[in-house]
């Protein structure tokens, strides 16, 4: 059951990869988007896998909730104890996703330019929690 849980713990980074990778295709298609296009036969696969990536974002950040309440719940015997530094990772994690929702669902377009900046720096520090975490 613990080697389920530290799969799980791996799925949890995992996602949060994946959910990060988007800052790295929007800077593919922002910066390289009119190359590729000009260039390569490739600019229709580049367009659909920003259309998937937007589509699921929202559920991964969800899913990702789900597997680190599992992952907690498994690894410390049915909360039995707790773990600081997991505590941590996840309070980070969950807030990223928050904002998220907020920035989609509740506040007006266009949104204030500062959301973003939230939306990207709660990833920096959820990492380095990961990093503590895992040590
Ligand atoms: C972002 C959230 C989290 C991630 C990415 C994560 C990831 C991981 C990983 C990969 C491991 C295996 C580490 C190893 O084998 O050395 C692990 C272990 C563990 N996790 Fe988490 N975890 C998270 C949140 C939590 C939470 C919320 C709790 C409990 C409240 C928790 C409790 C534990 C415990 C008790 C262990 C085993 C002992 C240890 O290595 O500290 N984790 N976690
Ligand atoms: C672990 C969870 C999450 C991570 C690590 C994450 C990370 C990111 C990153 C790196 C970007 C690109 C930022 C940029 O343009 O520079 C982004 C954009 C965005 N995310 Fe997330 N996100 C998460 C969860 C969510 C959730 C749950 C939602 C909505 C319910 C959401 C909504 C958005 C929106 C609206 C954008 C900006 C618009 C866009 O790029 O199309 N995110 N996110």
Not at 48 to 53: Q, S, V
Request: charged content about 15%; overall charge positive; aromatic content about 16%.
């Amino acid at each position: 059951m613990e080697e389920f849980g530290e799969l799980l713990g791996n799925l949890i980074i995992f996602l949060f990869a994946l959910e990060a990778f988007r800052f790295l295709l929007k800077r593919l298609f922002i910066h390289y988007g009119k190359w590729i296009k000009t260039n390569t036969k490739l600019h229709p696969l580049l367009l659909k896998a920003m259309n998937i990536n937007k589509i699921f974002h929202p559920w991964l950040g969800y899913l990702t909730i789900v597997v680190i309440i599992v992952h907690a719940y498994i690894q410390t015997s049915g909360f039995a104890f707790l773990s600081n530094t997991g505590l941590i990772a996840a309070g980070f994690m969950v807030a990223e996703v928050l904002v998220g929702f907020i920035g989609t669902y509740l506040m007006k377009k266009p949104r204030p330019s500062y959301w973003i900046w939230i939306h990207r720096l709660i990833p920096v520090f959820t990492l380095i929690a990961i990093l503590i975490h895992n040590d």
